[in-house]
């Protein structure tokens, strides 16, 4: 057995510093710190701060630093690392490695054709994409963009049940592996960062087409746009660009959606009908009439929730706080995550999601007992830089540092790591 085969890692460093040694850069930089900066200069300031803004004084994204900067990793010398196996199996299905993109909504004000590139970067690399509820292109588009690599849907619960059956159904149709049903956004947190630019782009018709391209919504704006109209805005040049937006992104012909009251009544009902503050754990069991998928519930940070998601029959958590995106001043996730661990013992996997930057942050959560991670606006930042190739490249960049971090630490598996390759800094 050749003792030279290189892991993961050292394959794509070979690939960067030989593609150096021609001239070619890579699109993106490796330094996670650095991406952002790039993705900043790469978007438009509304883009930036809806993409990179969190809640309130943004305490919360710095707990989730602090909380993996908290674990340091202690590396173990003279084991035989040669060979590493990055693979997991999650509901039945193995992945190729222990990484999935999270689903971000609105992907369009990174890219305009934002749910496709990172579909096409998800599917090259098999890394399973989890399309978002707030996407900009229907579900089966981007399925279709996606081909046979592995995906996930989100579910945000409407106000309508008959809008969240339709949409798992057409979920299950169009392929999915599971459904992640997002618990923590049932209201938009307080976001200074768009409030100060007074910019919403649902608003703007952005990032509702699985709402629009729905049979059961668009029912709801038929009827919506049948009622008479309500107070007129003021006539601004704000306001007309604003009302082009929402023809421009309307299903059908540009021309007749100017002349149809439906464009603005398809926002104001997704206003209506985005989310449901009156949830309660038995409501779970709706999604199981509806689905044979298995069902994964995001956005717990308390054991005791964790307890109760599985006495409601799920079949997966992922400990997340949106990425500090809803409540300022919350527990970082991988604060909350060793809690959540310990209670579940087993019985379903638990997935990590939150302040995930680089490979060394993915071994830190699987050590913790985390059955695999979700990364978010980093592989978005690649988007805004470069596209497919942009986000392929981040996302790469990240299995290709956690491949090496596993081998460094002396570790040749997933299944090897726990607590006992951490201390507390």
């Known amino acids: 057995m050749s003792h030279t085969v290189p892991g993961y890692g050292r394959r794509v460093q070979t690939i960067v510093y030989r593609n150096g040694a021609t001239g070619l850069r890579p699109i993106t930089p490796a330094s996670a710190q650095t991406l952002e900066r790039a993705a900043e200069k790469a978007l438009s300031p509304a883009a930036w701060a809806y993409i990179a803004g969190s809640s309130g004084t943004e305490w919360t994204t710095a707990a989730n630093r602090a909380a993996l900067d908290r674990w340091q990793i202690v590396p173990r010398m003279l084991r035989d690392v040669s060979h590493r196996d990055l693979s997991i199996e999650l509901f039945g299905h193995r992945y190729d490695t222990p990484v999935l993109a999270a689903p971000v909504g609105v992907l369009e004000l990174a890219h305009k054709n934002g749910d496709l590139e990172a579909a096409r970067a998800c599917a090259e690399l098999r890394?399973?994409?989890?399309?978002?509820?707030?996407?900009?292109?229907?579900?089966?588009?981007?399925?279709?963009?996606?081909?046979?690599?592995?995906?996930?849907?989100?579910?945000?619960?409407?106000?309508?049940?008959?809008?969240?059956?339709?949409?798992?159904?057409?979920?299950?149709?169009?392929?999915?592996?599971?459904?992640?049903?997002?618990?923590?956004?049932?209201?938009?947190?307080?976001?200074?960062?768009?409030l100060d630019l007074a910019y919403l782009p649902f608003i703007h018709g952005m990032g509702i087409a699985q709402y629009t391209s729905d049979p059961v919504f668009r029912e709801l704006v038929r009827k919506r746009a049948s009622q008479p109209a309500g107070p007129r805005p003021k006539v601004t040049r704000a306001a007309i660009r604003t009302l082009i937006d929402m023809t421009r992104r309307y299903p059908g012909r540009f021309r007749d959606n100017l002349r149809s009251a439906e464009p603005r009544a398809a926002v104001e009902t997704f206003l209506d009908v985005f989310s449901r503050s009156s949830l309660t754990w038995p409501d779970l069991a709706f999604v199981r009439e509806h689905t044979d998928l298995p069902i994964v519930v995001k956005g717990l940070q308390h054991p005791d929730d964790a307890e109760k998601a599985l006495d409601a029959g799920v079949d997966g958590i992922i400990v997340s706080n949106h990425g500090g995106r809803q409540l300022d001043g919350a527990i970082g996730s991988a604060a909350a995550l060793p809690d959540i661990v310990d209670r579940i013992a087993g019985r379903v996997p638990v997935l990590f999601d939150s302040g995930i930057r680089t490979g060394s942050?993915?071994?830190?959560?699987?050590?913790?007992?985390?059955?695999?991670?979700?990364?978010?606006?980093?592989?978005?930042?690649?988007?805004?830089?470069?596209?497919?190739?942009?986000?392929?490249?981040?996302?790469?960049?990240?299995?290709?540092?956690?491949?090496?971090?596993?081998?460094l630490s002396g570790h040749t598996s997933v299944a090897e790591l726990n607590r006992d390759i951490l201390a507390a800094a």
């Open 361 to 407: 942050d993915v071994l830190k959560a699987l050590a913790l007992g985390a059955s695999a991670v979700l990364v978010g606006r980093p592989y978005v930042y690649g988007l805004a830089i470069g596209g497919a190739a942009g986000a392929r490249e981040v996302l790469r960049n990240i299995i290709a540092e956690f491949d090496l971090a596993l081998g």
């Open 127 to 194: 890394v399973p994409f989890v399309f978002s509820n707030q996407a900009s292109v229907p579900m089966e588009d981007t399925a279709a963009a996606t081909g046979d690599a592995p995906h996930w849907f989100q579910l945000y619960w409407s106000s309508s049940d008959d809008l969240v059956a339709s949409l798992v159904r057409r979920a299950e149709a169009s392929g999915a592996q599971a459904i992640v049903v997002t618990l923590d956004t049932h209201m938009l947190g307080w976001r200074p960062r768009d």
